[in-house]
């Protein structure tokens, strides 16, 4: 019970400080009037993925566990493709519209962002061998994937020069700067409290902290990406809601995980563990873009379906606990 209450008050605390992040990020986009698509790929993205970025450092740096802070990512990522464009696509009348940029660039580049990732995944199991399946990520191993989250910006920084610039003078930057900074330092004692309870619940239940973090802290992390990519389908910024989706993946894939590796020096990545959850990462990505793609929009009917897709991963989950499925362990 402890541990469930520690879970559940460190939720309220992500879920508060990325009230306040989301916020100052959205008001400072508006600030420096960024594109749409732009606001929702990068800075909201970005901002809405810091919960996802503190358990990686807190889990690698505080409690020696990378690998939970893997699963945090993996199962946030899930969680982001599956269920906030889902439930998106459920609270507005409409189909959710998508447009070509989305499928053409957002949607490609993280679709390239999840097959580097399982390329330096390969990489270390192939070059730098612990045991079978099982390899060493080093720094200069994961320089990759965050140079190629250079090209990314430096491709939204190509699109921000083809707008029109204006600056909205009714926000104070200042303020909003200091409201981000604050959020941060709440957002990451809510992680701390979340990746303890993960821990406390794996040892007492004995059953791997990898299974909680990638359901109970994973869900609890993507709050803040649900609150935004909701209540900009809900003000008919379907664009922004779903580029937030697909940004926020594509930063945590190929920034927040080669984060945790430059914090520890080194770290095994178990390719056995991390693969499966790669695999259903990349089919809940195929549906994602099928989706979006046709017609350029998500229809009531296939919202049900990504929650579906979801609901099967749950209890994929459910049966790898209880040892009736044995993919995993």
């Known amino acids: 019970m402890i541990y469930i209450l520690l879970a559940l008050v460190s939720t309220v605390v992500v879920w508060f400080g990325s009230g306040i992040l989301e916020g100052s990020s959205e008001k400072l986009a508006v600030h420096y009037d960024l594109p749409p698509i732009i606001q929702g790929a990068?800075?909201?993205?970005?901002?809405?993925?810091?919960?996802?970025?503190?358990?990686?450092?807190?889990?690698?740096?505080?409690?020696?566990?990378?690998?939970?802070?893997?699963?945090?990512?993996?199962?946030?990522?899930?969680?982001?493709?599956?269920?906030?464009?889902?439930?998106?696509?459920?609270?507005?009348?409409?189909?959710?519209?998508?447009?070509?940029?989305?499928?053409?660039?957002?949607?490609?580049?993280?679709?390239?962002?999840?097959?580097?990732?399982?390329?330096?995944?390969?990489?270390?199991?192939?070059?730098?061998?612990?045991?079978?399946?099982?390899?060493?990520?080093?720094?200069?191993?994961?320089?990759?994937?965050?140079?190629?989250?250079?090209?990314?910006?430096?491709?939204?920084?190509?699109?921000?020069?083809?707008?029109?610039?204006?600056?909205?003078?009714?926000?104070?930057?200042w303020k909003q700067w200091g409201l981000l900074l604050f959020s941060l330092g709440v957002i990451m004692a809510g992680v701390d409290g979340l990746v303890r309870s993960a821990i406390g619940m794996g040892e007492l239940l004995n059953t791997p902290s990898f299974l909680w973090g990638v359901t109970i802290i994973a869900i609890a992390t993507s709050i803040s990406d649900a609150f935004v990519s909701v209540r900009a389908a809900r003000s008919g910024k379907a664009v922004v809601s779903i580029a937030n989706v697909l940004g926020s993946n594509t930063f945590d894939l190929l920034v927040v995980l080669p984060v945790g590796v430059l914090i520890a020096g080194s770290v095994v990545i178990d390719f056995s563990l991390a693969a499966p959850m790669m695999g259903f990462l990349v089919l809940s990505t195929i549906f994602l873009f099928i989706f979006i793609r046709t017609s350029l929009e998500i229809s009531r009917v296939e919202s049900y379906l990504l929650l579906a897709i979801y609901g099967f991963f749950i209890l994929w989950m459910a049966l790898e606990t209880i040892g009736v499925s044995s993919l995993i362990f």
Do not use: C, W
């Open 42 to 173: 990068v800075i909201a993205a970005v901002g809405s993925s810091f919960p996802e970025l503190s358990s990686v450092v807190i889990s690698t740096l505080l409690h020696g566990e990378f690998e939970l802070g893997v699963a945090v990512i993996i199962g946030s990522a899930i969680f982001n493709i599956l269920v906030i464009p889902g439930i998106s696509g459920l609270v507005v009348q409409n189909p959710l519209q998508s447009n070509r940029d989305l499928v053409y660039k957002e949607a490609l580049f993280y679709m390239l962002a999840v097959a580097i990732l399982l390329l330096t995944f390969s990489f270390a199991v192939i070059y730098n061998p612990v045991q079978e399946f099982s390899g060493k990520l080093t720094r200069i191993s994961v320089l990759a994937p965050l140079l190629l989250y250079l090209l990314y910006i430096f491709i939204q920084y190509q699109d921000k020069m083809d707008y029109t610039p204006g600056v909205d003078s009714s926000v104070n930057p």
